[in-house]
Structures are given as structure tokens and as C-alpha cells.
């Protein structure tokens, strides 16, 4: 078992930055492949970034690449997303992911285990 704790979200104002993290615990962090989906007021929820396990390769959404960057630390057994030029499209709850498989997953069904979310709210 593996559990997820998101953290780091908060207001900020459009154009600012945010970091969050999420804290692994449980199975050896190096085995699972993790990433972050996020879902706004009524809708679905997405993907946003995933890294692997054996390679540190990353992937993102369309909608982030140039202004998040994933990363993780797995003697910290953490994982974190750096937010810059934030968007109020970017405002949602924000999910740490984790999946059984060193690759990465867009969709959500992949991922096995999950946290309890983080709000970022990006003012205009």
C-alpha cells in the first residue's frame, strides 16, 4: 500500500508561482510511477504531468508545458510540481497520483493510489 499526501496549494494571483509536493509512504517509492491530475468545479478530472520511475522522464499536458515542471526525490519519497505563470484556467484541486508500473499514464483509471487534493485557486 502506498499512501499520498498532498501539500502547497493556496491563492495566488495570476502570473505568480506555486510549488506543491506530495509525500509518499508505504511501498518503496522508487517502484511506482506518480503523477498529478487536477479537476476544476464541474469538470472532469485530467491530467496534468507524470515522471517515471527508472528514467526521471517526464510528460505533460498541453495546457502546462512550458510553465509546470514535475519532479521527484526519492530518497524524500516526495514528488513535486512547480507552478509558474498561473492561469485562473488553472485554478482546481490538485491530486497526487501513483501508479504499479515504472511508466507514466494519462488517464486517471492507471493510477492506483491517489491523495486527498490540494486547492490552488489563481486570482485574475
Known amino acids: 500500500q502506498v499512501q499520498l499526501l498532498e501539500s502547497g496549494g493556496g491563492l495566488v494571483q495570476a502570473g505568480g508561482s506555486l510549488r506543491l509536493s506530495c509525500a509518499a509512504s508505504g511501498r518503496t517509492f522508487r517502484s511506482y510511477a506518480m503523477g498529478w491530475f487536477r479537476q476544476a468545479p464541474g469538470k472532469e478530472r485530467e491530467f496534468v504531468a507524470a515522471?517515471?520511475?527508472?528514467?526521471?522522464?517526464?510528460y505533460y499536458a498541453d495546457s502546462v508545458k512550458g510553465r509546470f515542471t514535475i519532479s521527484r526525490d526519492n530518497a524524500k519519497n516526495t514528488m513535486y510540481l512547480q507552478m509558474n505563470s498561473l492561469k485562473p484556467e488553472d485554478t482546481a484541486v490538485y491530486y497526487c497520483a501513483a501508479r504499479l508500473n515504472t511508466g507514466w499514464a494519462r488517464a486517471a483509471y492507471e493510477y492506483n493510489y491517489w491523495g486527498q487534493g490540494t486547492q490552488v485557486t489563481v486570482s485574475s
Open positions: 515522471i517515471t520511475w527508472s528514467d526521471y522522464i517526464t
